[in-house]
């Protein structure tokens, strides 16, 4: 047989074998990865067909009648971008649900509505290696009460409460014994939702994205409010805390539920927060920032205010450290783009870094310990805005006056149990670590919880978080000591 012959003999069979085997390619699932980010896996390795690239992934978003692209024809073009790719080939392709404006105000009416249901509506023409050539057509319906979107395998996330109180929605955290039923809403994606309010009797029961209750007989003082959620087999939990009061005080607002009146905040964005006189805490665009649990009215935080928030809820005093020489920030950061995202804070600090200081993070499970040092996540320079561009230093900088962290979302330094849950909750303190006498009642470390005593009058303790130092007399004991072992062996051996 010719090679000619061979080669169309070979070429045929070829192409009967990808014709025989190939099959029509079809999304196998979709999920939700972040908070504008989804992923489409296929059955095989696909890529946009080229006549059609230009369209990219048509999306159409609605709810029983409504539709949030303006009618029920009307869609969006979003963009892709392929997964691990080979030879223009990929399984999987990232969705990006942020591209255009039409995006936005679209999720955000679907967000809005109050509606139990969404629709998404996923339409692509793609092809295989093959040549196959199908234009997919995918919809899915999710009951989550929310209407954020995900569908397989997602990751929980609770993005941020709203919280209503007799039909008012700029009063934040600060509710009144008399001002009617307060709501609660979650804003997650979640199946189930399981609510922790002991203070409090829930209205309607307590396993939706809202929470309802009549705070009429409660006590005052400030109250926890946990909720878990649950999707596929993942649970997250996060706490919101709640201030009752007899009255609101004097035109007191706060519309953006940060925590801190409005009066405080004078042009503030959502991505700041009050940290002291003049001073702010900075989350990246885009992102918001809230009080943490234990403050009032400032994320400068004072070890009274933690040990008051402590005694409120029933829990033992674990607050005690080494001497706070600096300051104390509890801030919490929610509208990550992922789960498990990293993200960066700045912070104004009230007073310069001292000198041999270490920072500390606190944990209301653990106490305090030292805030884990990774990949320059600790930087740190002397500005009076922090946010010009002069160079950040590596570390703590004694006289600094501006701080800035990485912190990873369900990592070593996240202290909401660290919870991958697209939420970053963090208390940390500017502290320096001291030698103690052994009659002192200060402050404990978190490495033994009390001081010791050598046993004798005048003694001191060694604190394990204190800088390795050296002392030139102790080597000189050492290595005379050495020297006259070796000579006084040598005399006897001879």
Excluded at 475 to 484: E, F, G, K, M
Aim: net charge negative; with cysteine.
């Amino acid at each position: 047989m010719s090679m000619l012959k061979r080669f169309i003999l070979t070429t045929l069979c070829l192409l009967f074998t990808l014709q025989a085997f190939a099959s029509v390619p079809k999304i196998t699932k979709i999920e939700r990865v972040g908070k504008k980010l989804a992923i489409a896996t296929f059955d095989q390795p696909v890529k946009l067909d080229s006549v059609f690239a230009f369209t990219l992934i048509s999306v159409r978003l609605y709810s029983g009648d409504t539709y949030y692209m303006g009618s029920a024809e009307k869609s969006a073009s979003l963009n892709t971008v392929y997964i691990n790719q080979v030879n223009g080939y990929a399984r999987q392709m990232q969705i990006r649900f942020a591209d255009t404006n039409i995006e936005f105000t679209s999720l955000d009416a679907a967000d809005a509505s109050g509606k139990t249901s969404l629709t998404i509506r996923l339409s692509v023409r793609i092809k295989n290696a093959a040549g196959e050539s199908n234009v997919v057509d995918k919809k899915a319906t999710e009951h989550i009460g929310n209407l954020f979107l995900c569908w397989e395998n997602c990751i929980p996330m609770i993005e941020q409460f709203t919280v209503t109180q007799g039909g008012n929605t700029d009063k934040g955290r600060l509710i009144t014994k008399n001002s009617g039923i307060v709501t609660i809403r979650a804003v997650a994606n979640a199946r189930t939702y399981q609510w922790d309010g002991s203070d409090f009797s829930a209205i309607d029961g307590n396993d939706k994205a809202t929470f309802s209750f009549d705070p009429s007989t409660a006590n005052l003082g400030t109250h926890t409010i946990q909720l878990t959620t649950m999707f596929d087999g993942h649970s997250i939990t996060r706490v919101l805390a709640l201030k009752l009061v007899d009255d609101y005080p004097d035109h007191w607002t706060d519309a953006n539920n940060n925590g801190i009146p409005d009066s405080k905040e004078t042009d503030y964005q959502n991505n700041q927060l009050l940290a002291g006189i003049d001073k702010k805490i900075t989350s990246p665009a885009g992102t918001r920032i809230l009080l943490g649990a234990m403050g009032t009215d400032s994320g400068y935080l004072t070890p009274e205010q933690m040990k008051q928030y402590r005694a409120n809820n029933q829990l033992s005093d674990n607050t005690s450290d080494t001497q706070t020489t600096g300051d104390i920030y509890d801030y919490v950061i929610e509208g990550l783009n992922a789960t498990g995202d990293s993200t960066q804070v700045i912070i104004q600090l009230t007073t310069a870094i001292p000198a041999e200081a270490e920072l500390r993070q606190y944990s209301p499970t653990h106490g305090w310990q030292k805030f884990v040092i990774n990949d320059n996540n600790i930087q740190s320079k002397t500005s009076t805005t922090c946010t010009d561009n002069s160079p950040w230093q590596t570390g703590l900088t004694t006289g600094a006056t501006c701080l800035k962290l990485t912190i990873k979302d369900g990592g070593e330094n996240d202290t909401d149990n660290n919870q991958a849950n697209g939420v970053i909750t963090s208390t940390i303190s500017i502290a320096t670590p001291t030698v103690v006498n052994d009659d002192n009642d200060g402050g404990s470390d978190d490495s033994s919880g009390s001081s010791g005593s050598s046993g004798g009058g005048g003694g001191c303790t060694y604190n394990p978080n204190a800088p390795a130092r050296f002392d030139i007399g102790f080597i000189l004991l050492i290595a005379l000591s050495t020297y006259y072992l070796i000579r006084r062996k040598r005399r006897f051996t001879h």
